[in-house]
Nanobody
Framework: VQLVESGGGLVQPGESLRLSCAASGFTFSNYGMKWVRQAPGKGLEWVSIINSGGTSTNYADSVKGRFIISRDNGKNTLYLQMNSLKSEDTAMYYC?????RGQGTQVTVSS
């Protein structure tokens, strides 16, 4: 299993970012996937989950209405569209298959 996140960066409050996660080493279309994040000095926080077919999603209350999870099973890629970013969204973001995570991509929201 290999998961490689990308798309993070430094943005101002209110701006948007789209994270991507390239998956390999397993049959991507057979598994639900999720995004988790870890802010400095804090524990892992679950952000969003999507089922294997992309037809069912769920979000943490802290991001509901601002973030959109999606996937392209033809490209073995998971996405997280993040809109209306806030300073409290600053964290390392990881995609995950079960307990397996990638190396993460840093998102920093600051003016």
């Amino acid at each position: 299993v290999q998961l490689v996140e990308s798309g993070g960066g430094l943005v101002q409050p209110g701006e948007s970012l789209r994270l991507s996660c390239a998956a390999s080493g397993f049959t991507f279309s057979n598994y639900g996937m999720k995004w988790v994040r870890q802010a400095p000095g804090k524990g892992l926080e679950w952000v969003s989950i999507i089922n294997s077919g992309g037809t069912s999603t769920n979000y943490a209350d802290s991001v509901k209405g601002r973030f959109i999870i999606s996937r392209d099973n033809g490209k073995n890629t998971l996405y997280l569209q993040m809109n209306s970013l806030k300073s409290e969204d600053t964290a390392m973001y990881y995609c995950a298959k079960g307990t397996k995570r990638g190396q993460g991509t840093q998102v920093t929201v600051s003016s």
